[in-house]
């Protein structure tokens, strides 16, 4: 278990005490260990953070490292914020935090407009082939659609084959992709791109690019039987 520390910022109250929480600080670790207890905090402190107006600070200035998981846990925060009317600022982004995020263009996952990020799961069929698109952000919230629109493609699959387009998906977190390998274990699955660069971030951090058949593009995915591996 790695070391996190999520401490609230506090103003003065001009009294000698302290005032409003203006915000949160991180210290430490922010991976897969201690996502959801950064959530946890975070979700706890909302309610006074959105009290001391529309821009929630997150401090991270001590951000010593974060991983995948920690940057969905981030845009999950975000997320939840946007849906009262807050704005999530991430202030003082430690070397390492910047770093990460602007590799495959995360950071300007971050500077999007939030509703441009909402998670759709779709269904629909190119004559015999089921094709699930999934667009936005999706993360755990959206496992059960996910999971849902599996049962719905294999159900009417004559094929037996189902095709995932994920062009249009911004960024994806560890539990997509055990739904996609268990769809993978059950029958054939095609992915359709391109992969925008945080999924495909995510398909190499996990040595994955390489097991699932990924096509180029949504023709190509629902019309070639070949597509490498």
Same mark, same amino acid.
């Given at each position: 278990?790695?070391?996190?520390?999520?401490?609230?910022?506090?103003?003065?109250?001009?009294c000698?005490?302290? %005032?409003? $929480?203006?915000?949160?600080?991180?210290? #430490?670790?922010? +991976?897969? @260990?201690?996502? &959801?207890?950064?959530?946890? !905090? /975070?979700?706890?402190?909302?309610?006074?953070?959105?009290?001391?107006?529309?821009?929630?600070?997150?401090?991270?200035?001590?951000?010593?490292?974060?991983?995948?998981?920690?940057?969905?846990?981030?845009?999950?925060?975000r997320?939840?914020?946007?849906?009262?009317?807050?704005?999530?600022?991430?202030?003082?982004?430690?070397p390492?935090?910047?770093?990460?995020?602007?590799?495959?263009?995360?950071?300007?996952?971050?500077?999007?407009?939030?509703?441009?990020?909402?998670?759709?799961?779709?269904?629909?069929w190119? %004559?015999? $082939?089921?094709?699930?698109?999934?667009? #936005?952000?999706? +993360?755990? @919230?959206?496992? &059960?659609?996910?999971?849902? !629109? /599996?049962?719905?493609?294999?159900?009417?699959?004559?094929?037996?084959?189902?095709?995932?387009?994920?062009?249009?998906?911004?960024f994806?977190?560890?539990?997509?992709?055990?739904?996609?390998?268990?769809?993978?274990?059950?029958?054939?699955?095609?992915?359709?791109?391109?992969?925008?660069?945080?999924?495909?971030?995510?398909?190499?951090?996990?040595?994955?690019?390489?097991?699932?058949?990924?096509?180029?593009?949504?023709?190509?995915?629902?019309?070639a039987?070949?597509?490498?591996?």
């Amino acid at each position: 278990m790695t070391e996190l520390a999520v401490e609230p910022i506090l103003g003065d109250d001009g009294c000698g005490g302290d %005032g409003a $929480v203006l915000g949160l600080r991180v210290r #430490g670790v922010l +991976d897969q @260990d201690n996502a &959801e207890e950064f959530l946890e !905090a /975070f979700r706890a402190a909302l309610p006074n953070l959105r009290a001391a107006g529309s821009d929630i600070r997150i401090d991270c200035a001590d951000v010593r490292s974060c991983d995948y998981a920690g940057l969905s846990a981030l845009l999950m925060a975000r997320r939840e914020a946007a849906e009262i009317g807050a704005q999530l600022v991430l202030e003082r982004q430690s070397p390492q935090l910047a770093a990460l995020l602007s590799v495959g263009g995360v950071s300007d996952l971050l500077s999007q407009d939030p509703d441009d990020e909402r998670p759709e799961v779709a269904v629909a069929w190119a %004559g015999p $082939v089921p094709v699930i698109t999934l667009s #936005g952000q999706v +993360d755990l @919230d959206s496992v &059960e659609d996910i999971t849902a !629109a /599996f049962a719905e493609a294999r159900e009417g699959a004559r094929e037996g084959r189902i095709v995932v387009d994920l062009s249009r998906l911004e960024f994806a977190d560890s539990t997509t992709l055990h739904v996609l390998l268990r769809a993978r274990a059950s029958g054939e699955l095609v992915l359709a791109g391109p992969l925008r660069p945080p999924v495909r971030l995510l398909f190499q951090i996990t040595d994955l690019l390489e097991v699932f058949r990924i096509a180029d593009g949504l023709d190509e995915a629902i019309g070639a039987q070949d597509v490498a591996p």
